[in-house]
């Protein structure tokens, strides 16, 4: 895709060798157990799919939709669930599946709303993390990347719902 407006921050062979890494670290981090990925609809089903394939041990995968931005760049600060698991959680091991960690306003809630299934563990992959923006506390024990502030768009990443096929995390600039 040719588009003036977007400039590569990280390139997709990056990317790729990054999520390999996580994927033996999560391995060797639960060698035992039943273990889901809960993937945070829509922008992190890239990376989940990825991620879940550099697995080396069965993982199960489950989705839920949340919403906290509207279709612009800044969060509106509410957060609703859209989309509920399917599955429940007692006695799991779970790892948050999210494309990028902001305001940590949405992991935040999720990660309290979702420690009242009684998982057995719960933990946070981000694929990206911006430190610098946080307004609640968020620890992701596996990151992917972290960016400084700049809005990006790729792997996942929308604006508008636009430019999340991009192989790529790309800067958007207008
Ligand atoms: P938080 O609640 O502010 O941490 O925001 C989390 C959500 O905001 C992410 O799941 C993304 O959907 C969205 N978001 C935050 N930063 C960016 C960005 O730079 N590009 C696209 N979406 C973003
Ligand atoms: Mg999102």
Known sequence: MTDPNLKVLIPSEKIQARIRELGAQISADYPTGSLYFICILKGACFFLTDLARAMQRDVSVDFMGISTYGKGKSSSGEVRVTKDLDISLEGAD??????????????????????????KSIRIAALLDKPERRLRPVHASYVGFQI?????????????EKYRNLDDVCVLDE
């Open 148 to 160: 400084a502030d700049r809005f990006v768009v790729g792997f996942g990443l929308d604006y508008a």
């Open 94 to 119: 779970v790892v948050i599946v999210e494309d990028i960690v902001d305001s940590g306003v949405t992991l935040n809630y999720l990660m309290h709303l979702l420690e009242q299934r009684r998982p």
